[in-house]
């Protein structure tokens, strides 16, 4: 058995730098209390070099000018804690999660695949850096061992079986983590590291200790053994960060966005994951000019949410930063918040990442990702409703569609017929040989709808005008009523004719002039609409 322990020194501070990495180089002191009463709860080596003291008051840290004052945030520190899962996840399935610093991961029979332990323990290191935490890695076969070596030294520790009683005699008693009263009598004892306190008498340690002497001892000698208690961490990817000052324009909110998405994407690499779906959830600052929105002069006032929520659909799963950053930045474009933003919660619906083959004998296009970011463009432009995929709606209402999202078609629709059989090219060959002899007619819907003049024997179109073309109605099928959604203010009533039109070479007025009205002669479709008591020309058949 081998044992590899994960501890993130001085969490609370690293939770609240790895918000904001320019604080990583500075001196920084987090405070936490009931308001007015703040205290100094954790600080990092340069801001205790520096004169601050653990439990001085906030307006006493705030004279230390360069030192960064920072509140504790619960919500940073669960996502740290969540990253470091995720970093734990990314190696071995089994793991304990110990504390919210601390990971243990049973790495027996890993070497196989990621080579010696000191491998291992290296890859643990960069994982850590690209989730933004500094870890200190231990690795062992004994899981005490590797844990509370963790928390007492710093970088890659490597204790081979056998060593573990010398090489846990230099850690400090206070790495074991015992109660208050009994580091106070040990310190009296004169005992300060482990190899002390493993040289005491058992027997007369527990008398004047009890159990828990009893349990320092065998933890101080590397002889304790428990078995892993294993953690299932959820596949959950969420990032929050709540704003000291509001932030309302887009240019600053981008750049807080794309310190998150980076932080998300890692998570998501860290367990071989992409996102399918990002949901973004910003909370607003009351506004007392924005408290209400006025739907209309005549519909009473409302009030404005406190909430702003949009959701990011992918094509394709995806973990590019950049590239969901400018996705959401079209979006916040479009439709911006009614107000400045105190909190930015980011989650991501993970799912597993795109996997593509190219063949010789596809048509090449764009990559996903890149079609997905410029279909968001134009929607920033025209609007969502005007880009997209036509679909027809379950009506008998003639002409009536619907945009759905775009989603361009997968390899293997391209590659393989329905059944999964037959290549897409082979049914294209028998398709056409079978259908040789079948014409396909085609019908062209004029959108917007052309409105024509027409004239009328015996109830029968005779004669039309429109698009500045007059022409003779040879054929006539019809009329064809439809009518429908009498209970709705849009209720249609049309009569359908289906006509063979030959238009005149002559031009409809003097300095009118259409080229090639021959080229339009055919069979068309027009209808006269009883509401609106007019004759349109729907489309042409090709």
Known sequence: MAFASIHVPNFLVQAAVRAEPRLRARAVALVDGTPPIWNVV???????????????????????????????????????????????????????????????????????????????????????????LIAHVAVSSNLEVALHAARGFSGITLIPP?????????????????????????????????AALAALPLLQLSERLGQEGVRLHELGRGASLRSIALAEPAVHF?????????????????????????????????????????????????SFEKDFQVLSENSPAKLAPKTYEKVLGLPVPMRDSKMLLKLLRLQLQSDPPHASIVKIILSAEPARPRAAQGGLFLP?????????????????????????????????????????????????????HKNGNAPAAHICQEDHTSNQSRAATAFRIFRPEVQAKVELQDGCPTRIYFRGMRGNIVTASGPWRTSGDWWREDTWQQDEWEVDIRFDSSASSRNERIPNSRAQDGLYRIYYDSIRAAWFARGRYD
């Open 162 to 194: 056998g060593e573990e009683a010398k090489r846990l005699g230099r850690l400090p008693v206070r790495a074991l983590l015992p109660s208050a009263e009994i580091l106070e009598t040990l310190e009296r004892w004169g005992v300060r590291d482990c």
């Open 42 to 132: 954790a600080a990092n080596e340069a801001a205790l070099q520096a004169g601050i003291e653990l439990g001085m008051a906030k307006s006493q840290a705030a004279q230390f000018r360069n030192v960064e004052i920072r509140h504790r945030s619960r919500l940073q520190e669960k996502s740290a804690h969540a990253a470091l899962l995720d970093l734990g996840a990314s190696i071995s399935p089994r793991m304990e999660d110990t504390a919210p610093d601390t990971i243990i991961l049973d790495i027996a029979g890993l070497t196989s695949l990621f080579g010696s332990e000191a491998n291992i323990a290296r890859r643990l290191m960069r994982h850590a850096s690209s989730l933004g």
């Open 238 to 286: 969420e990032e929050e960060m709540a704003l000291d000052f509001a932030v309302a324009e887009l240019e600053p909110l981008a750049f807080l966005l794309g310190r998150l998405l980076d932080q998300l994407c890692a998570r998501l690499q860290a367990r071989a994951l992409a996102a399918c779906a990002i949901r973004l959830r910003f909370d607003l600052e009351d």
């Open 364 to 416: 090449s296009c764009p990559d996903p990702e890149k079609l997905e970011l410029t279909i968001g463009r134009l929607a920033n432009l025209v609007g969502n409703a005007n880009i997209g995929s036509p679909e027809l709606v379950d009506t008998h209402r003639p002409g009536e569609f619907r945009m759905k999202r775009f989603v361009p078609a997968s390899d293997e629709s391209r590659i393989f």
